[in-house]
């Protein structure tokens, strides 16, 4: 654990490959919690993704990559959000109503997502990318491992 940690602490590249699909997975857990608890995701919900997208930003230290990094973590975690609320479709659940059930989700992710909380969270990543740049300046020591 501590050889993975050294080489992704060295490796800015591969850190910021590492970064964005757990940023998506991260997006997509607090959307599946607020999905299969409320109808629709609350303002709790949304302040906790705009948390994320702020320190994923940071953490990109640079504007174009957090744009790029945020577009595809956004991705990463609708296509989760699919895959996952598709799945009563493809299974013998609920062998009738599979395709209402995924149609409505789909829609509800979509509703859920865009266009005011995409943007929302676009810009908090943005916000984030130039603190990120203006107060990280320096690489971080990540030797808390060793004791």
């Not at 850190?15 to 109808?39: C, H, K, T, Y």
């Not at 744009?67 to 799945?87: D, H, K, N, Q, Y």
């Not at 209402?100 to 969270?121: A, D, G, H, K, N």
Request: net charge negative; aromatic share 12%; hydrophobic share 55%.
């Amino acid at each position: 654990m501590e050889k993975v940690v050294g080489r992704i602490a060295k490796n800015e590249k591969l850190g910021e490959i590492l970064l964005v699909p757990l940023w998506g997975g991260s997006i997509a857990a607090v959307l599946f919690n607020s999905l299969f608890q409320n109808p629709y995701p609350t303002f709790l919900h949304y302040l906790i993704i705009f948390s994320l997208c702020l320190i994923a930003g940071a953490l990109m230290q640079d504007i174009a990559k957090a744009l790029l990094g945020f577009f595809t973590a956004m991705a990463v975690a609708i296509a989760i959000l699919i895959g996952v609320s598709s799945v009563p479709a493809f299974s013998a659940l609920s062998p009738e109503g599979g395709t209402f059930i995924e149609s409505l989700m789909i829609v509800i992710i979509f509703q859920s997502t865009f266009p005011i909380p995409f943007i929302t969270y676009l810009v908090a990543s943005m916000i984030g990318a130039l603190l990120g740049d203006r107060y990280l300046e320096g690489s971080f020591n990540l030797d808390w491992t060793r004791s």
